[in-house]
């Protein structure tokens, strides 16, 4: 049980385009996830908190503008990279809060 | 502030080599301390959740216990298989997680 999924696994973009990642929660309803960005060796780094039904809460230093993120279900939340450019390329992970907190695998988001 | 402080930085280990890794944290009320495992490229592996000073809990070759300022992993008899980076982390009364920077364990045959 607690399996947590993230769709793409992988995304190379062009700068200046937008793109959206997945976390879906499998086999439990997480009322509340999280999403992550982690650089190379490097621990993870939390970005916002999102909240099913409410908007998402992000941490200081972190553009909500350019990190769109959406709780559309007790299953799904996404986060968009709005004009993404070469230095959001990164390591973004998600996970969905049951009694502890459950981890998707990750997306790997390379923007040339 | 919340801090949270592994070490060491990394360790390596001959097979069946135990050893213990360390987590120390300053934290205004703790909700949890949770240790993960995380491989090359993946995302963290939920190991285990410690709440209260006193508290052990085991799995297969790894053991955590929790103090009021720290948290142990022991790893006894370690395969190649335990090699990975543990994460250790602390939650706060929102459920957000702070985690330290890890250890990197890499065990040889």
């Known amino acids: 049980g607690a399996v947590v999924s993230q769709h793409p696994s992988w995304v190379i973009c062009k700068s200046g385009t937008s793109v959206k990642i997945e976390c879906r929660s499998l086999d439990f309803q997480a009322t509340t996830m999280f999403w992550y960005r982690q650089f190379p060796k490097q621990s993870l780094m939390l970005m916002a908190t999102?909240?099913?039904?409410?908007?998402?809460?992000?941490e200081q230093g972190v553009e909500k503008d350019k990190f769109l993120i959406n709780h559309a279900s007790l299953t799904l939340s996404t986060l968009t990279v709005t004009s993404a450019h070469p230095e959001d390329s990164s390591f973004y992970i998600c996970?969905?809060?049951?009694?502890?907190?459950?981890f998707g695998p990750g997306t790997r988001l390379t923007v040339t | 502030e919340d801090q949270v402080t592994q070490s060491p930085e990394a360790l390596r280990l001959q097979e069946g080599e135990s050893s213990s890794l360390n987590c120390s944290y300053t934290v205004s009320g703790l909700r949890g301390l949770f240790w993960y495992r995380q491989d090359p490229g993946k995302g963290p592996e939920f190991l285990f959740t410690l709440y209260s000073a006193g508290e052990e809990k085991e799995k297969e070759r790894l053991k955590a216990t929790l103090t009021k300022k720290e948290s142990f992993l022991h790893i006894t008899a370690p395969k190649p298989e335990d090699s990975a980076t543990y994460l250790c982390a602390v939650a706060d009364s929102w459920g957000k997680l702070q985690f330290g920077a890890g250890t990197q364990v890499v065990v040889t045959p």
């Open positions: 999102s909240n099913e039904g409410s908007k998402a809460t992000y």
């Open positions: 996970s969905a809060a049951a009694r502890e907190q459950y």
